[in-house]
């Protein structure tokens, strides 16, 4: 589903935030990239989304390499993959029906398949009764929660998360995980960006451990450290 | 698509709202400079139908009578070659007389329907080759008598006048338009970059689950796109209006008698105004997006 070979990323010429990276995932795993702050996480999730696109290297995601996709099919390769933030990015003037309901519609999905899907997303996130509150209504777990139905109302094959509960406690955090793992059991393959050492120890899954740009572990059913 | 469409509507009809201001002045350059477009040019095609027969230096014109006979015509022609006050001389048939005829009565059909070109008299237009006023008349009064020759008519120092004046006006005029259509469209960039920064977390959120790169331009371009033409239907209806008051203020004028700029003419005006302002918006619209968008 994804794979890397050899990719490195700079920022400027002396910023190494990936270095010679090859990592194989197929479909349906649950990954955990850990590292410390300034490890290169961001990035790594950053290049399978044609954020950034690498210097060096080659990335296949949904069996396309992604160097060679034109510019104008970036969105569609965007349309398969579901993201998630440590900040939910979620947009503050609209409803948690809005916002999600916005994800379908700026793609062009018709009235009546977004009338039909955004509810029901809503109930499998433990949202069915919040749909008209605007986000600052909402606790830190339930605004993850309308990023994570935005992200995965249009099914996904990958969800990438990029620190998702970096700005929850450790018990909201725990309901997410769950989410996320019961999102995993429908087939989505899910990358995780995480320093959460708890979450990463109860889960034990396939763990990817970077350093300064270099994966230095890759363990299945792993440990944070 | 109904939905797409529905969506780059809305979201170009909010954003028109949210900067009310900023719109407004936008609107409002564009309708200002190309009123002043729409005028130099319909001044520009007043001045050509009054002074239709004295353009390119044409100092007199000798009316003939229809009935004149091929020789009496080729003596007069002949004459005319080999006088060496005379640089060029021009014949113009009495079908010629009558498409002239109909540009300058196009405003009055029942006028143009009592006439046919057999009435209307031929004529050599003469472009003198020298300047001296007594010269050139004394060359034209030579003509007056001659067979076959009905009538000599002079252009006026008015209408020299006018064709010198009206050129420089034109000329200052579609100067400082341009002055100000550059100002339009540096309107028209800023009220699209702000537009753009308002609703930066919803293109960041768009770009992420895959909007496409023209979905997210389309309504920015539209709004740039509806400042152009909103402008320049304003200076259309200016321009109008100012046209038909000018023609029935000067309608009695002598010299303005024929100072008329047909409709065809002021539609051909209101369409460049509407193309321009167009062009301005897109213009503007797109450079800001192309600059602040980065998709
Ligand atoms: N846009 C950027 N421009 C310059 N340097 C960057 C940029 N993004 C990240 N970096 C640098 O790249 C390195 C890896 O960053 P990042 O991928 O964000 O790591 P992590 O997510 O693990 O904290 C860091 O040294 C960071 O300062
Ligand atoms: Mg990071």
């Not at chain 1, 948690?96 to 039909?116: K, T």
């Not at chain 2, 139908?49 to 229809?66: A, C, M, S």
């Amino acid at each position: 589903m994804i794979k890397l070979d050899n990719v490195s990323k700079f920022y400027k010429s002396d910023v190494v935030a990936l270095r010679g990276a090859s990592v194989d995932i197929r479909k349906g795993e649950f990954v955990f990239l850990v590292g410390p702050s300034g490890s290169g996480k961001s990035t790594f999730i950053r290049l399978l989304n044609k954020e950034e696109v690498p210097d060096e290297g080659r990335i296949w995601v949904a069996g396309k390499d992604i160097a060679q996709l034109s510019p104008w099919k970036v969105p569609f390769l965007r349309r398969n993959i579901g993201c998630i933030f440590q900040d939910f990015k979620l947009l503050p003037t609209r409803t948690v029906y809005e916002n999600v309901a916005f994800a379908l519609e700026v793609i062009g999905r018709p009235r009546h398949v977004i009338q039909s899907q955004v509810p029901a997303i809503l109930e499998l996130v433990g949202l069915g009764k919040k749909f008209k509150n605007l986000p600052h209504e909402l606790s830190g777990g339930e605004q993850q929660r309308v990023s994570i139905a935005r992200a995965f109302v249009n099914r996904p094959l990958i969800l990438l998360a990029d620190e998702p509960t970096g700005n929850l406690d450790p018990t909201t955090s725990v309901g997410i995980m769950r989410l996320l793992d019961r999102i995993n059991r429908t087939g989505t393959t899910v990358v995780m960006a995480t320093h959460d050492r708890s979450i990463v120890d109860t889960m034990r899954r396939r763990v990817v451990e970077l350093d300064r740009g270099t994966i230095v572990r890759d363990q299945t059913r792993g440990v944070y450290a | 698509m109904g939905g797409k469409f529905g969506y780059a509507l809305r979201e170009t009809l909010q954003n028109l709202r949210r900067n009310l201001v900023l719109t407004g002045a936008s609107m409002l350059t564009v309708a200002v400079s190309l009123s002043l477009v729409g005028a130099a040019f319909l001044l520009g095609y007043g001045v050509d139908n009054v002074t239709q027969r004295w353009q390119g230096g044409i100092e007199f014109e000798i009316f003939l009578n229809e009935n004149i006979t091929p020789e009496q015509q080729a003596r007069i022609q002949r004459e005319l070659d080999a006088s060496p006050d005379v640089a060029r001389s021009q014949f113009v048939s009495q079908a010629e007389q009558y498409e002239l005829f109909k540009v300058l009565f196009a405003e009055q059909e029942e006028y143009i329907e009592s006439v046919t070109a057999d009435v209307l008299p031929p004529s050599f237009r003469v472009e003198p080759s020298i300047a001296d006023a007594d010269v050139i008349s004394a060359l034209g009064d030579r003509f007056k008598g001659e067979p076959g020759v009905k009538d000599v008519v002079f252009a006026e120092e008015t209408v020299r006048t006018l064709l010198r004046v009206s050129g420089i006006t034109q000329s200052v005029i579609f100067a400082v338009a341009a002055v100000l259509l550059f100002a339009a469209a540096l309107l028209i960039f800023n009220t699209i970059r702000t537009a753009i920064f308002a609703r930066r977390r919803e293109i960041e959120v768009m770009k992420l689950v895959g909007a496409t790169n023209w979905f997210i331009r389309v309504p920015f371009m539209l709004e740039g796109l509806l400042q152009g033409l909103a402008g320049a239907s304003v200076a259309f209806a200016i321009v109008y209006l100012v046209r038909n008051a000018a023609q029935d203020a000067i309608r009695n004028v002598p010299l303005f008698d024929g100072f008329v700029v047909v409709t065809s003419q002021v539609v051909t005006t209101g369409a460049l105004t509407l193309v321009l302002g167009a062009a301005i918006g897109a213009v503007g619209a797109g450079v800001a997006v192309t600059k602040f968008l980065d998709v």
